[in-house]
């Protein structure tokens, strides 16, 4: 649409030639313009007044209108336009496409939720929810995101499953954490938290309550279907699977253990309540250090009702279940731990200071097998047959030569060479006027080609002292012919 003042020039433009092309040369505007505006001025009409055109859509508007509202503003443009179609519509998808946005930008207006701030108190609200984690080794996990609503102190813990024991450890591990417990606690509504609903009231999972009078809290879940009702603990569900989970946004590679993705959890807490919170101006884990007077007191110890059955760690870092043996950490030997059957896999969970904690899992075995982790044992040591020990001053010399020296009587020993402690002496000598690289790198050498004789030592180290000789290019071992020449000269 023109200017008023551009609509003043065209039509004295027009007074001027009489013209609607010289007007619309004059004017910079096309001549069907100026004959627009000429016209709206005979008809006594303001000709910088817009236009009203029809709109193809108007009829169809309504019927829009509703699908929307129908579909609580989520039904799509394309599916729209095969209506419309049906229905004897002759537009373009794009201008569909255009009206179902503004109806729907409309229907979003007069339908938003409208929020009244929360206030938080310290000490009262600790709200918690689960996220899908990365394959490790194969095997799907899962993430559990902790928020504090006062302090934004959150927590990220690495869960194998989300059964029962699990949660209980983790919501073990969490209050510990934060050095107490709230007054309540705000989940969504998984089975082991709420087992059903009756007239739209959740019904409560026995067990966890009895979880929740251990710890003193009240249990808490948001309405059906409505992730906002506890937006704080979604928005750390998102930004940990933006740190931790393997994307391709975040460069993260996949994990080469469990213990590897624990440790990333752990980082990525470390992180969130280290920096300085957009809306707060303060540091998350400053702001827990004023809540925690706020939070009630932990039991001492976990509550281990749900971690399964106690078993005592023998020395050999066995435990025994089912009548079948399983391996668990050696730094466990003679401690008391938990185990309990999860489907077809044996979970053994210990406790300490910082709250219970996975610390095995094994596929269920027969009677009478043996499952054993290689990771649960510490390396193996050498073996005392094959590591020499001294125990003279010779003995002590000897060996501080080096690997070949050490080598050399584990060879010689075990070949059965005779007059062993001689040839010790005589490396002994040979030390003080050869290097003791070289000596050592000599008596490996012999230990290698098994000359353990009198005089092997030294000769293998003169031969390494002294620089090969290589034959020239020029010679041949090949005879000359000059002898052929001479043939039959005798019997002239």
Known sequence: MLSEEK??????AYDLTGSFRSTAALCGVDHKTVRRYVAARSAGLDPAASVSRPVITEPFA???????????????????????????FVGSE???????????????????????????????????????????????????????????????????????????????????????????????????????????????????????????VAIHTCVVADPESKGGTEATVRI?????????????????????????????????????????????????????????????????????????????????????????PHQLCEEVVFVR?????????????????????????????MTLADGHYPPRRK???????????????FLALGEGARRYLVEAASSGAGRIKERMGEALTLRRVVDAGVLDEALGLAALAGRFEEGDLASIISSRREPLRRISEDHSLQPGTAPWARLGEDDR
Request: hydrophobic share 40%; glycine share 6%; aromatic share 8%.
């Open 7 to 12: 609509a003043m020039e065209i039509l004295e």
């Open 62 to 88: 309504d019927k829009i209108t509703e699908w929307i509202d129908r579909s609580s503003g989520r039904v799509r443009a394309d599916v729209v336009h095969q209506k419309l179609r049906s229905m004897g």
């Open 94 to 216: 794009r201008t569909t496409r255009r009206v179902v946005a503004q109806l729907k930008a409309d229907y979003v207006r007069a339908n938003h939720r409208i929020y009244k701030p929360w206030v938080t108190e310290p000490g009262l609200w600790l709200q918690f929810d689960y996220g899908v984690g990365p394959l490790v080794e194969g095997r799907a996990t899962t993430l559990f995101c902790a928020w504090l609503a006062w302090s934004r102190f959150r927590v990220v813990l690495a869960l194998a499953d989300r059964t029962f024991p699990s949660l209980v450890s983790a919501l073990d591990t969490t209050l510990r954490a934060i050095g107490g417990a709230p007054t309540y606690l705000l989940t969504d509504n998984e089975k082991t938290v709420t087992t059903s609903h009756v007239a739209g009231l959740a019904v409560r999972n026995r067990e966890l309550l009895g979880v929740a009078h251990y710890y003193g």
């Open 240 to 328: 940990a699977k933006a740190d931790v989970v393997p994307r391709p946004d975040n460069l993260v590679g996949a994990y080469p253990d469990f213990a590897a993705f624990e440790g990333a959890c752990a980082a990525a807490s470390d992180r969130f309540n280290t920096r300085v919170h957009r809306e707060t101006g303060e540091r998350p884990i400053d702001r827990l250090e004023r809540e925690r007077s706020h939070l009630h007191s932990l039991p001492p110890e976990p509550y281990t009702l749900a971690f399964g059955e106690t078993r005592t760690v023998s020395w050999s870092s066995l435990i025994s279940f089912q009548g079948a043996r399983y391996s668990v």
């Open 341 to 369: 059957q999860v489907g077809q896999e044996v979970v053994i969970v210990a406790t300490g200071p910082q709250g219970a904690k996975e610390v095995a899992r094994h596929p269920v075995a027969a009677k009478g097998q």
């Open 383 to 397: 073996d005392p047959e094959r590591s020499p020990r001294a125990s003279t001053p010779t003995e002590r010399a």
